[in-house]
């Protein structure tokens, strides 16, 4: 079993960073695979970033070279650096685990908000 607990969201201006954190407890952490999903209002939820346990990093086209995704498997935490938000990153932002002797199943957070508005 692993439990995601996602802070760190909240209000920003476009332009501002913002650093999400995802907290895991499980002693299996440094087996999973790890992601950002988000999910905006009326939208599809989508992968934001990934990270392997092999420390290789995934991003999607529309944040790449803005957001940095990150592991620390002693603490057993994740991380999304966010920086220069844009308005359009405004979503509800998942934190995801995918545990490598069991792919089939797909552990998620509760969710953070992330509002960018001026």
């Known amino acids: 079993q692993v439990q995601l607990v996602e802070s760190g969201g909240g209000l920003v201006q476009p332009g501002e960073p913002l650093r999400l954190s995802c907290a895991a407890s499980?002693?299996?952490?440094?087996?999973?695979?790890m992601g950002w999903y988000r999910q905006a209002p009326g939208k599809q939820r989508e992968l934001v970033a990934a990270?392997?346990?092999?420390?290789?990093?995934n991003y999607a086209d529309s944040v790449k070279g803005r957001f940095t995704i990150s592991r620390d498997n002693a603490k057993k935490t994740v991380h999304l650096q966010m920086n220069n938000l844009d308005p359009e990153d405004t979503a509800v932002y998942y934190c995801?685990?995918?545990?490598?002797?069991?792919?089939?199943?797909?552990?998620w957070g509760q969710g953070t908000q992330v509002t960018v508005s001026s």
């Open positions: 995801n685990a995918v545990w490598l002797r069991d792919p089939r199943n797909s552990y």
């Open positions: 990270i392997t346990t092999g420390f290789r990093t």
């Open positions: 499980t002693s299996i952490f440094s087996l999973c695979n």
